[in-house]
């Protein structure tokens, strides 16, 4: 989602697609998710958690595609290290201002220095590095966590350390496996700590889009993608199911196993080119996708009140989705257009 590039028309279809299963993940209607049974809501989440896993692996597979030899693998993860923690640093000033207003308003400059000093005190070490991975808000956690999987992934490519990179990353996603979804189970612990956040997931989804560049010339895209996309959203529920009724573990999680392969199949299928996901007018703002993740959730926190205004559910989530977006996308269109900005929404 960083890297600039040939645009590939199926991929930037793909990339609006993506974005607006990420909004929907953000929407009222995620709140009807359950703990305890497998309600429509819980499938729906499941089905959208392709998108941040296909931001991940299309990433790794379009560094891949511009790094022409070994010597290159550092530098190119270097540059994209780099793009990546500026704009988090851009948009984490952007959410702290408009927080700090709002503090201000409701409660005077008492509340927005009480709101600073909580980030260090009490100190919890590990939830002060929540903290700093995730910036001023949760969504920002993709910047950084891209950041390290560009830069484990160069620094062993460049010294010819593959296999290691591979065994890396299953063994750091296996953990973050443990430590979120699997917590409850024998298989798993409990901790202070968010395991989006750093490499955990994004290491074996960057590694994924490696492979496919480097190893997947000869395989057929749109049936294995497909095959992974329907496998990977079906093992989602199934492990769900099973470690609710064998561990009493929560039914919605923010990754499983399955996401793994769900995430790579739909990314195959992006990278497939079929006829289906040619569409000009989707594909036309898919270099803006950038900007609508980073500024979305300003419009997330501020159309509550449509709630009041749209009475039948399922019509008031998709009015909610496609205004989040709008107008997100409308902030990108405009940021881009000034020249010291634009490298914060494209």
């Known amino acids: 989602m960083l890297l600039k590039q040939n645009r590939i028309e199926t991929i930037d279809t793909m990339r609006v697609i993506a974005m607006l299963a990420v909004i929907q993940i953000h929407s009222p209607w995620h709140g009807a998710t359950d703990a305890v049974s497998l309600n429509s809501a819980t499938i729906l989440n499941y089905l959208m958690r392709f998108a941040v896993p296909f931001f991940f692996v299309i990433s790794g597979y379009l560094w891949s595609a511009r790094c022409a030899s070994t010597d290159q693998y550092w530098p190119r993860s270097v540059a994209i290290t780099k793009r990546a923690l500026l704009i988090f640093c851009f948009w984490s000033l952007i959410y702290a201002a408009a927080e700090s207003v709002r503090l201000g308003q409701e409660g005077g400059m008492r509340s927005v220095v009480a709101r600073m000093v909580s980030v260090v005190h009490p100190f919890h070490p590990l939830g002060f590095v929540n903290s700093v991975l995730e910036g001023t808000k949760t969504h920002l956690w993709f910047l950084p966590s891209l950041a390290m999987a560009a830069s484990i992934s160069g620094a062993l490519l460049a010294r010819r350390r593959e296999r290691t990179l591979f065994v890396l990353a299953i063994v750091l996603f296996a953990l973050g496996l443990a430590g979120s979804a699997y917590s409850q189970t024998p298989y798993g612990f409990t901790v202070n700590f968010n ?41 989602q529920l199934v492990e769900s199911i099973w470690i609710h009724q064998k561990w009493g573990a929560p039914f919605a999680h923010d990754y499983v196993a399955g996401t793994y392969f769900f995430g790579v199949g ?81």
Do not use: C
């Open 195 to 235: 395991f989006w956040n750093g490499p955990f997931l994004s290491l074996i989804m960057f590694v994924s889009g490696y492979a496919i560049y480097r190893y997947g010339q000869g395989i057929a895209l749109l049936p294995v993608g497909i095959g992974l996309t329907m496998g990977g959203f079906a093992l």
């Open 266 to 346: 739909m990314s195959m299928i992006a990278l497939s080119n079929a006829p289906l996901l040619r569409i000009k007018s989707l594909a036309s703002i898919g270099p803006l996708i950038l900007g609508v993740y980073a500024s979305h959730f300003f419009f997330v926190e501020r159309i509550h009140q449509l709630e009041g205004v749209v009475d039948e559910p399922y019509f008031r989530e998709v009015v909610w989705i496609a205004i989040v977006f709008s107008l997100a996308l409308a902030t990108s269109f405009v940021l881009a257009r000034w020249r010291p900005t634009k490298q914060f929404v494209t």
